[in-house]
T-cell receptor
Framework: DAKTTQPPSMDCAEGRAANLPCNHS???????VYWYRQIHSQGPQYIIH???NNETNEMASLIITEDRKSSTLILPHATLRDTAVYYC??????????????FGKGTHLIIQP | GAVVSQHPSRVICKSGTSVKIECRSL??????MFWYRQFPKQSLMLMAT?????????EQGVEKDKFLINHASLTLSTLTVTSAHPEDSSFYIC????????????FGPGTRLTVT
């Protein structure tokens, strides 16, 4: 898997948009950008993924730069329950997650009341 | 949909005993499941890939005789930690591949193992 770089931690005020950056400058043409999050003492939760177009679902939006070397996960209206470690992972599209995932250190997002 | 469960959620055992952890896909069939381990303040580390009806494949450094994996059905994989030691205390998490949803991985809630 291509390596990703994320800031170790970020703070965001409740109700504001949380923008989490991820660098994946060595990404290959067939690799997707996936985002997961892990709330303390729980299993990871899938958030969103994309190839090159921006994506949006009920949880978040994913903005991928044109050169695909970086992306930003946006939580539009952060709540206290969004406090978690967010992982950005690049996965070769052999059917999505057909291999075990390599988790980096992620970003610890702390939502402040 | 795409729910994965684990049992037990927490277990405490004595050194030298064995512990079995179950991972179930509740509403889909999973020919492939994965087992991860997470130590405090660290990220998840892939331990092994569990394939239904065949032997598991282990990541480098993971002892296959210590961490026994059985994937006897399309909805159940088990991880048995044999002769557990305090250093095996960790958070064990499984995931299952859902072929009906582009092979997305869905994670279980994890099992906290404490070996005394």
């Amino acid at each position: 898997d291509a390596k990703t770089t994320q800031p170790p931690s970020m703070d965001c005020a409740e109700g504001r948009a949380a923008n989490l950056p991820c660098n994946h400058s060595t990404i290959s043409g067939n690799e997707y950008v996936y985002w997961y999050r892990q709330i303390h003492s729980q299993g990871p939760q899938y958030i969103i993924h994309g190839l090159k177009n921006n994506e949006t679902n009920e949880m978040a939006s994913l903005i991928i730069t044109e050169d695909r070397k970086s992306s930003t996960l946006i939580l539009p209206h952060a709540t206290l329950r969004d406090t978690a470690v967010y992982y950005c992972i690049v996965i070769p599209y052999s059917g999505g997650g057909a291999d075990g995932l390599t988790f980096g250190k992620g970003t610890h997002l702390i939502i402040q009341p | 949909g795409a729910v994965v469960s684990q049992h037990p959620s927490r277990v405490i055992c004595k050194s030298g005993t064995s512990v079995k952890i179950e991972c179930r896909s509740l509403d889909f069939q999973a020919t492939t499941m994965f087992w991860y381990r997470q130590f405090p303040k660290q990220s998840l580390m892939l331990m092994a890939t569990s394939n239904e009806g065949s032997k598991a494949t282990y990541e480098q450094g993971v002892e296959k005789d210590k961490f026994l994996i059985n994937h006897a059905s399309l909805t159940l994989s088990t991880l048995t930690v044999t002769s557990a030691h305090p250093e095996d205390s960790s958070f064990y998490i499984c995931s299952a591949l859902n072929s009906d949803r582009n092979y997305e991985q869905y994670f279980g809630p994890g099992t906290r193992l404490t070996v005394t």
